[in-house]
Each structure stands twice: as C-alpha cells, then as structure tokens.
C-alpha cells in the first residue's frame, strides 16, 4: 500500500495551493503555540480553500475539550492530532479519527502506546532543549527537524499504525520508509525555505515519497 503523506504547519492560503498541487493525503493544522500556529478565522480560510480530497488534521497540545470540539465542529475536521502529554482518558470521546503522538527517546518509552485507545500513533522527535543539563528537558511539542533512532522500533511491536514524524526531508524520507514501514510520514519544517513552505521541496518530497 502507498504510504500515505501528510504535510503540518500550513499557515498561508500559497501552503494550501501547493497542498492542493501535490495532492497530499493529509493536511495539518496547528492549533497549539508555535511558529505555525493558526487561530480559527485563518483555518476556516485554509481549510475553505483546501481540496475536499486532502484530509484535515488539527494539532492540539494539552487543549482544554471542549476547545477541540468547537474547533473540530467549525473546521469539519477529519482528525484529531494529540501532541502534548494527554492521557489515554484524555484522548477518548471524539466522533473523528483520532491520532496519539509520542516523543521517542527509548525502546521503553514506547509500551505506552498499548494504553492510548487511537487509531494511529504518530512517532515523533525528542528535542534534548538543555543539551549541556544533567536531565535534558524533552518537553519542546514536535516540530523541531530532528530525527530520532528508527532502529529503536525493530525492538518493539506497534500494533497501530505508525505515523512517522520527526526530521522528515527529501534527503532522508525514503530511508526512513525503508527502515520504518509506517503507513503515514508527516513534514514540517523539511519542506521550508527561511520558515515557509517551499513548493519545490514540497514536490520533492512527495514524488520521492509515491515513487517507491
């Protein structure tokens, strides 16, 4: 089956042209403090603008419920993307698909899947914030162009369907896909030029991606 592609951090009604242009699978929405945040009344234009083909993802970081319900009844999203510290209670009770993500440090650290109720788990970076500390601060929520040891996963059964995040590029995404087998691969900043989505690097991507 082709792997399925989502591009995250659309901002600009140009990152929804060239979504459009490449027809991705899933298109991702930022809901939480970043750089590529969007408030409600810029993702209703997104999202109005969007291929009705192209699946919508909202990315939430530890959202009050009833937030993501408003926002998920006014987008018409297709998916709810967790990527903060949610519990597994947390994350259940939507009426749309519903994704856990989790930043991979260790082997270990990934039994937690088994407790999260989703229907996929998207694996993401761990970002080491204070390198020179004596415990690195892992708490910086995806996003940060980094990738982390795909090799840690031939330890570990993953019964979900993996989404796999975390310092995705055109350089790097057909091994990924090699070594990984996930059902999705998700890029950010890989496919930006000076903080904005670069159509050629967006179109890179994807054909290195459809082309395996």
Same mark, same amino acid.
């Given at each position: 089956?082709?792997?399925?592609?989502?591009?995250?951090?659309?901002?600009?009604?140009?990152?929804?042209?060239?979504?459009?242009?490449?027809?991705?699978?899933?298109?991702?929405?930022?809901?939480?403090?970043?750089?590529?945040?969007?408030?409600?009344?810029?993702?209703?234009?997104? !999202?109005?603008?969007?291929?009705?083909?192209?699946?919508? !993802?909202?990315?939430?970081?530890?959202?009050?419920?009833? $937030?993501?319900?408003?926002?998920?009844?006014?987008?018409?999203?297709?998916?709810? =993307?967790?990527? *903060?510290?949610?519990?597994?209670?947390?994350?259940?009770?939507? /009426? $749309?698909? %519903?994704?856990?993500?989790?930043? @991979?440090?260790?082997? =270990?650290?990934?039994?937690?899947?088994?407790?999260?109720?989703?229907?996929?788990?998207?694996?993401?970076?761990?970002?080491?914030?204070?390198?020179?500390?004596?415990?690195?601060?892992?708490? =910086?929520?995806?996003?940060?162009?980094?990738?982390?040891?795909?090799?840690?996963?031939?330890? %570990?059964?993953?019964?979900?369907?993996?989404?796999?995040?975390? *310092?995705? /590029?055109?350089? /790097? @995404?057909?091994?990924?896909?090699? =070594? $990984?087998?996930?059902?999705? @691969?998700? @890029?950010?900043? *890989?496919?930006?030029?000076?903080?904005?989505?670069?159509?050629?690097?967006?179109?890179?991507?994807?054909?290195?991606?459809?082309?395996?």
């Amino acid at each position: 089956m082709m792997v399925k592609i989502k591009i995250c951090g659309l901002k600009r009604l140009e990152d929804i042209d060239y979504a459009n242009a490449l027809k991705i699978d899933y298109a991702g929405f930022v809901f939480a403090e970043s750089k590529r945040k969007v408030d409600l009344p810029l993702a209703k234009k997104l !999202v109005y603008r969007l291929d009705n083909r192209i699946k919508k !993802v909202g990315v939430f970081v530890n959202e009050k419920r009833e $937030v993501i319900e408003k926002v998920v009844g006014e987008l018409g999203l297709d998916v709810i =993307q967790f990527h *903060g510290d949610e519990s597994p209670e947390d994350v259940v009770g939507y /009426n $749309v698909e %519903v994704w856990k993500a989790l930043r @991979v440090k260790d082997a =270990q650290c990934l039994e937690e899947i088994k407790n999260y109720p989703v229907d996929c788990i998207l694996l993401d970076s761990p970002h080491v914030v204070q390198c020179n500390a004596p415990y690195p601060d892992y708490t =910086q929520y995806g996003g940060t162009g980094r990738s982390f040891d795909w090799t840690i996963l031939k330890s %570990v059964y993953i019964r979900l369907p993996i989404i796999l995040a975390g *310092g995705l /590029n055109p350089d /790097n @995404v057909v091994m990924a896909i090699e =070594q $990984v087998r996930p059902y999705a @691969v998700d @890029v950010s900043s *890989g496919v930006e030029t000076d903080g904005n989505k670069d159509f050629d690097k967006m179109k890179k991507f994807v054909e290195r991606v459809r082309n395996l």
